[in-house]
Protein backbone atom coordinates (compact mmCIF):
# COMPACT_ATOMS: atom_id res chain seq x y z
CA UNK A 1 0.00 0.00 0.00
CA UNK A 2 1.70 3.37 -0.76
CA UNK A 3 2.25 5.52 1.55
CA UNK A 4 -0.26 8.48 0.32
CA UNK A 5 -3.08 5.72 -0.12
CA UNK A 6 -5.36 8.26 1.89
CA UNK A 7 -4.75 10.91 -0.53
CA UNK A 8 -6.26 9.17 -2.80
CA UNK A 9 -9.99 9.47 -3.61
CA UNK A 10 -12.28 6.63 -2.32
CA UNK A 11 -13.65 6.07 -5.58
CA UNK A 12 -9.93 5.66 -7.73
CA UNK A 13 -8.99 3.39 -4.93
CA UNK A 14 -8.52 -0.17 -4.20
CA UNK A 15 -10.17 -0.31 -0.52
CA UNK A 16 -7.97 -2.26 2.05
CA UNK A 17 -10.92 -3.23 4.21
CA UNK A 18 -11.15 -5.82 7.60
CA UNK A 19 -14.33 -6.87 8.61
CA UNK A 20 -14.33 -8.78 11.79
CA UNK A 21 -17.43 -10.66 12.85
CA UNK A 22 -17.74 -11.96 15.80
CA UNK A 23 -20.08 -15.49 16.25
CA UNK A 24 -21.69 -17.98 18.52
CA UNK A 25 -24.01 -21.00 16.86
CA UNK A 26 -24.61 -18.76 13.76
CA UNK A 27 -24.64 -21.78 11.68
CA UNK A 28 -27.43 -20.84 9.27
CA UNK A 29 -26.52 -17.31 8.70
CA UNK A 30 -22.69 -17.40 7.86
CA UNK A 31 -23.17 -18.64 4.34
CA UNK A 32 -25.75 -15.89 3.20
CA UNK A 33 -23.83 -13.02 4.99
CA UNK A 34 -20.66 -14.54 2.73
CA UNK A 35 -22.80 -14.13 -0.17
CA UNK A 36 -23.90 -10.41 0.74
CA UNK A 37 -20.32 -9.27 1.63
CA UNK A 38 -18.73 -10.52 -1.49
CA UNK A 39 -21.48 -8.42 -3.72
CA UNK A 40 -20.63 -5.11 -2.12
CA UNK A 41 -16.91 -5.86 -2.28
CA UNK A 42 -16.65 -6.86 -5.92
CA UNK A 43 -19.82 -3.87 -6.66
CA UNK A 44 -17.27 -1.32 -5.43
CA UNK A 45 -13.71 -3.18 -5.82
CA UNK A 46 -12.76 -3.36 -2.48
CA UNK A 47 -9.94 -5.17 -1.47
CA UNK A 48 -11.16 -7.02 1.83
CA UNK A 49 -10.31 -9.07 4.02
CA UNK A 50 -13.17 -11.17 6.61
CA UNK A 51 -12.41 -12.38 9.75
CA UNK A 52 -15.06 -14.69 11.45
CA UNK A 53 -13.81 -15.22 14.73
CA UNK A 54 -16.34 -18.41 16.27
CA UNK A 55 -16.86 -17.81 20.40
CA UNK A 56 -17.34 -21.27 21.25
CA UNK A 57 -20.11 -22.10 18.96
CA UNK A 58 -21.84 -25.89 19.78
CA UNK A 59 -23.73 -26.03 16.25
CA UNK A 60 -21.95 -26.21 12.55
CA UNK A 61 -20.57 -22.72 12.52
CA UNK A 62 -16.88 -23.47 12.57
CA UNK A 63 -17.15 -25.68 9.95
CA UNK A 64 -19.03 -23.38 7.97
CA UNK A 65 -16.44 -20.95 8.44
CA UNK A 66 -13.71 -23.68 7.02
CA UNK A 67 -15.71 -24.36 4.14
CA UNK A 68 -16.17 -20.92 3.29
CA UNK A 69 -12.34 -19.88 3.74
CA UNK A 70 -11.53 -23.10 1.60
CA UNK A 71 -13.13 -21.49 -1.25
CA UNK A 72 -12.49 -17.68 -0.56
CA UNK A 73 -9.06 -17.00 0.50
CA UNK A 74 -10.17 -13.54 1.79
CA UNK A 75 -11.82 -15.36 4.43
CA UNK A 76 -9.74 -16.20 8.03
CA UNK A 77 -10.94 -17.97 10.46
CA UNK A 78 -10.72 -18.05 14.50
CA UNK A 79 -11.82 -20.50 16.88
CA UNK A 80 -11.91 -19.72 20.05
CA UNK A 81 -11.99 -23.28 22.95
CA UNK A 82 -14.78 -22.10 24.86
CA UNK A 83 -16.86 -18.91 24.91
CA UNK A 84 -15.04 -16.16 26.24
CA UNK A 85 -17.46 -13.05 25.17
CA UNK A 86 -17.73 -10.87 22.51
CA UNK A 87 -15.59 -8.39 23.50
CA UNK A 88 -12.83 -11.36 23.61
CA UNK A 89 -13.69 -12.44 19.76
CA UNK A 90 -13.81 -8.54 18.66
CA UNK A 91 -9.90 -8.67 20.26
CA UNK A 92 -9.03 -11.50 18.46
CA UNK A 93 -10.71 -9.69 15.44
CA UNK A 94 -8.76 -6.53 16.06
CA UNK A 95 -5.75 -7.95 16.66
CA UNK A 96 -5.49 -9.89 13.21
CA UNK A 97 -6.99 -7.24 11.11
CA UNK A 98 -4.89 -5.57 8.37
CA UNK A 99 -7.11 -3.10 6.67
CA UNK A 100 -7.20 0.90 6.38
CA UNK A 101 -10.56 0.44 7.92
CA UNK A 102 -12.29 -2.12 10.20
CA UNK A 103 -16.15 -2.66 10.42
CA UNK A 104 -17.19 -4.79 12.97
CA UNK A 105 -20.95 -6.32 12.65
CA UNK A 106 -22.85 -9.25 14.14
CA UNK A 107 -23.65 -12.61 12.20
CA UNK A 108 -27.44 -12.71 12.59
CA UNK A 109 -27.69 -10.74 9.38
CA UNK A 110 -29.54 -8.29 11.40
CA UNK A 111 -26.65 -5.82 10.18
CA UNK A 112 -26.95 -4.86 6.54
CA UNK A 113 -23.18 -5.26 4.78
CA UNK A 114 -24.97 -2.57 1.99
CA UNK A 115 -24.21 0.14 4.59
CA UNK A 116 -20.54 -0.42 4.54
CA UNK A 117 -19.91 1.51 1.49
CA UNK A 118 -21.91 4.75 3.52
CA UNK A 119 -19.81 3.89 6.23
CA UNK A 120 -16.42 4.31 3.94
CA UNK A 121 -17.98 7.52 2.52
CA UNK A 122 -19.05 9.33 5.60
CA UNK A 123 -15.46 8.32 7.16
CA UNK A 124 -14.07 9.98 4.25
CA UNK A 125 -15.99 13.12 4.51
CA UNK A 126 -16.10 13.94 8.15
CA UNK A 127 -12.60 12.63 9.06
CA UNK A 128 -13.54 10.71 11.95
CA UNK A 129 -12.07 7.96 13.62
CA UNK A 130 -15.06 6.02 14.50
CA UNK A 131 -18.89 6.09 13.39
CA UNK A 132 -21.03 3.85 15.59
CA UNK A 133 -24.31 2.33 13.50
CA UNK A 134 -27.81 3.61 15.15
CA UNK A 135 -30.41 1.21 13.99
CA UNK A 136 -33.32 4.06 14.42
CA UNK A 137 -35.78 1.90 13.42
CA UNK A 138 -35.44 -1.52 15.44
CA UNK A 139 -37.11 -4.98 15.18
CA UNK A 140 -36.76 -6.31 18.46
CA UNK A 141 -39.02 -7.52 21.17
CA UNK A 142 -40.28 -4.79 23.51
CA UNK A 143 -37.70 -6.14 26.33
CA UNK A 144 -35.01 -5.76 24.42
CA UNK A 145 -35.93 -2.33 22.96
CA UNK A 146 -36.49 -1.28 27.14
CA UNK A 147 -32.97 -2.54 28.06
CA UNK A 148 -31.26 -0.68 25.28
CA UNK A 149 -33.24 2.05 25.90
CA UNK A 150 -32.06 2.82 29.47
CA UNK A 151 -28.00 1.34 28.25
CA UNK A 152 -27.49 4.10 25.37
CA UNK A 153 -29.13 6.88 28.02
CA UNK A 154 -26.72 5.68 30.59
CA UNK A 155 -23.69 5.63 28.63
CA UNK A 156 -24.85 9.17 26.50
CA UNK A 157 -25.53 10.81 30.26
CA UNK A 158 -22.18 9.16 31.95
CA UNK A 159 -19.40 9.20 29.28
CA UNK A 160 -20.32 12.68 27.56
CA UNK A 161 -20.13 10.54 24.35
CA UNK A 162 -23.76 10.88 22.54
CA UNK A 163 -24.61 8.15 20.71
CA UNK A 164 -28.00 7.19 19.85
CA UNK A 165 -27.11 3.16 19.88
CA UNK A 166 -23.75 2.46 21.72
CA UNK A 167 -24.80 -1.25 21.36
CA UNK A 168 -24.83 -1.46 17.94
CA UNK A 169 -22.86 -4.40 16.60
CA UNK A 170 -22.11 -2.61 13.03
CA UNK A 171 -19.60 0.22 13.70
CA UNK A 172 -16.27 1.68 10.84
CA UNK A 173 -12.74 1.98 12.15
CA UNK A 174 -9.78 3.46 11.39
CA UNK A 175 -7.32 1.07 11.92
CA UNK A 176 -5.18 2.75 14.68
CA UNK A 177 -8.21 2.94 16.72
CA UNK A 178 -8.58 -0.77 17.37
CA UNK A 179 -4.53 -1.03 17.40
CA UNK A 180 -4.63 1.39 20.23
CA UNK A 181 -7.92 -0.14 22.59
CA UNK A 182 -7.97 -3.15 24.73
CA UNK A 183 -11.28 -4.85 25.05
CA UNK A 184 -12.15 -7.37 27.85
CA UNK A 185 -15.51 -8.47 30.20
CA UNK A 186 -18.06 -6.52 28.73
CA UNK A 187 -16.81 -3.46 26.91
CA UNK A 188 -17.14 -4.44 23.49
CA UNK A 189 -19.93 -1.86 23.74
CA UNK A 190 -18.26 0.91 25.02
CA UNK A 191 -15.28 1.08 21.94
CA UNK A 192 -16.51 4.34 20.84
CA UNK A 193 -16.27 5.93 24.42
CA UNK A 194 -12.80 4.10 24.70
CA UNK A 195 -11.80 5.78 21.75
CA UNK A 196 -13.05 9.20 22.60
CA UNK A 197 -10.98 8.58 25.89
CA UNK A 198 -7.93 8.67 23.95
CA UNK A 199 -8.84 11.48 21.81
CA UNK A 200 -10.21 10.12 18.69
CA UNK A 201 -13.35 11.70 16.94
CA UNK A 202 -16.73 9.60 16.83
CA UNK A 203 -19.33 9.92 14.85
CA UNK A 204 -22.70 7.84 14.23
CA UNK A 205 -24.91 7.28 10.74
CA UNK A 206 -28.10 5.76 10.68
CA UNK A 207 -28.44 2.07 9.63
CA UNK A 208 -31.20 -0.16 8.42
CA UNK A 209 -31.92 -3.34 11.07
CA UNK A 210 -33.31 -6.50 9.45
CA UNK A 211 -35.23 -9.04 11.21
CA UNK A 212 -33.74 -11.76 12.61
CA UNK A 213 -34.09 -14.95 10.16
CA UNK A 214 -32.90 -17.62 12.46
CA UNK A 215 -32.14 -18.74 16.41
CA UNK A 216 -32.74 -16.15 18.97
CA UNK A 217 -30.95 -13.77 20.99
CA UNK A 218 -28.03 -14.71 23.10
CA UNK A 219 -28.80 -12.36 25.82
CA UNK A 220 -31.88 -12.35 28.26
CA UNK A 221 -33.67 -8.98 29.35
CA UNK A 222 -32.34 -9.46 33.38
CA UNK A 223 -28.62 -10.29 31.59
CA UNK A 224 -29.10 -6.88 29.52
CA UNK A 225 -30.70 -4.81 32.31
CA UNK A 226 -27.76 -5.27 35.15
CA UNK A 227 -25.11 -4.95 32.61
CA UNK A 228 -26.53 -1.85 31.60
CA UNK A 229 -26.52 -0.37 34.62
CA UNK A 230 -22.78 -1.52 36.00
CA UNK A 231 -20.93 -1.47 32.71
CA UNK A 232 -21.62 2.68 32.24
CA UNK A 233 -20.86 3.16 35.37
CA UNK A 234 -17.36 0.91 35.31
CA UNK A 235 -16.49 2.69 32.17
CA UNK A 236 -16.94 6.01 33.82
CA UNK A 237 -15.20 5.50 36.36
CA UNK A 238 -12.05 4.11 34.26
CA UNK A 239 -12.48 7.03 31.89
CA UNK A 240 -12.48 9.93 34.28
CA UNK A 241 -10.91 8.43 37.27
CA UNK A 242 -8.63 5.75 35.61
CA UNK A 243 -4.94 8.11 35.69
CA UNK A 244 -6.14 9.66 39.16
CA UNK A 245 -8.08 7.19 41.61
CA UNK A 246 -7.72 9.13 44.68
CA UNK A 247 -9.67 12.31 43.02
CA UNK A 248 -12.64 9.63 43.02
CA UNK A 249 -11.84 8.00 46.51
CA UNK A 250 -10.48 10.32 48.48
CA UNK A 251 -13.57 12.90 47.59
CA UNK A 252 -16.11 9.86 48.36
CA UNK A 253 -14.14 9.06 51.59
CA UNK A 254 -14.56 12.22 52.63
CA UNK A 255 -17.70 12.78 51.69
CA UNK A 256 -18.52 9.65 53.72
CA UNK A 257 -17.13 11.01 56.65
CA UNK A 258 -18.67 13.67 56.68
CA UNK A 259 -22.42 12.48 55.92
CA UNK A 260 -22.08 9.45 58.89
CA UNK A 261 -21.11 12.15 61.37
CA UNK A 262 -24.20 14.19 60.86
CA UNK A 263 -26.16 11.35 60.95
CA UNK A 264 -25.16 9.71 63.58
CA UNK A 265 -26.05 12.79 65.82
CA UNK A 266 -29.42 13.31 64.13
CA UNK A 267 -30.20 9.28 64.74
CA UNK A 268 -28.96 9.34 68.49
CA UNK A 269 -30.65 12.81 69.28
CA UNK A 270 -34.39 11.35 67.22
CA UNK A 271 -34.23 7.57 67.47
CA UNK A 272 -31.34 6.07 70.21
CA UNK A 273 -27.74 4.72 70.09
CA UNK A 274 -28.37 1.42 68.34
CA UNK A 275 -30.38 2.82 65.28
CA UNK A 276 -27.71 5.13 64.90
CA UNK A 277 -25.42 3.31 65.15
CA UNK A 278 -26.81 0.78 62.46
CA UNK A 279 -27.82 3.68 60.09
CA UNK A 280 -24.32 4.16 59.94
CA UNK A 281 -22.83 1.29 59.10
CA UNK A 282 -25.09 0.12 56.33
CA UNK A 283 -24.08 2.92 53.91
CA UNK A 284 -20.37 3.01 54.29
CA UNK A 285 -20.56 -0.93 53.70
CA UNK A 286 -22.21 -0.45 50.37
CA UNK A 287 -19.78 1.96 49.31
CA UNK A 288 -17.06 0.25 50.36
CA UNK A 289 -18.31 -3.04 48.00
CA UNK A 290 -18.56 -0.72 45.30
CA UNK A 291 -15.36 1.15 45.92
CA UNK A 292 -13.61 -2.56 46.03
CA UNK A 293 -15.36 -3.32 42.62
CA UNK A 294 -13.74 -0.21 40.99
CA UNK A 295 -10.12 -0.96 42.42
CA UNK A 296 -10.50 -4.49 41.35
CA UNK A 297 -11.53 -3.32 37.55
CA UNK A 298 -8.90 -1.01 37.74
CA UNK A 299 -6.15 -3.05 38.44
CA UNK A 300 -7.63 -5.67 36.06
CA UNK A 301 -7.45 -2.70 32.93
CA UNK A 302 -3.86 -1.73 33.75
CA UNK A 303 -2.73 -5.25 33.97
CA UNK A 304 -4.48 -7.66 31.58
CA UNK A 305 -3.17 -8.48 28.00
CA UNK A 306 -5.64 -8.81 25.92
CA UNK A 307 -4.70 -12.06 23.49
CA UNK A 308 -5.06 -13.34 26.97
CA UNK A 309 -8.08 -13.07 27.32
CA UNK A 310 -9.33 -15.89 25.01
CA UNK A 311 -7.38 -19.10 23.70
CA UNK A 312 -7.74 -20.22 20.21
CA UNK A 313 -8.15 -23.56 19.33
CA UNK A 314 -8.22 -23.37 15.67
CA UNK A 315 -7.31 -20.68 12.63
CA UNK A 316 -8.02 -21.47 9.16
CA UNK A 317 -5.23 -21.97 6.99
CA UNK A 318 -4.06 -19.10 4.78
CA UNK A 319 -5.43 -19.78 1.00
CA UNK A 320 -2.92 -19.20 -1.96
Not at 11 to 22: A, D, F, G, K, W
Not at 113 to 138: A, N
Not at 234 to 243: A, D, R, S
Amino acid sequence: MPHNFTDIPLNERTMQLSLVIPLCNEEESLEQLHREICEVADENKYDIEIIFVDDGSTDKSWSIVEKLAASDSRIRGIQFRRNFGKAAALQAGFNAAKGEFVITMDADLQDDPKEIPDFLRQMEETGVDVISGWKKRRYDPWHKLLSTRIFNGLVSFMSGVKLHDHNCGMKCYRREVVKSVALYGSWHRFVPVLAAAQGFKVGEKVVAHRARQFGQSKYGFMNRFLKGLLDPITIWFLTKYGQRPMHFFGGMGMAMIALGIACFFVEVAMFGLFSAYMFASMIPTGIVFIALGFVAELFVSRTIQPERCYSVKKETEPQS
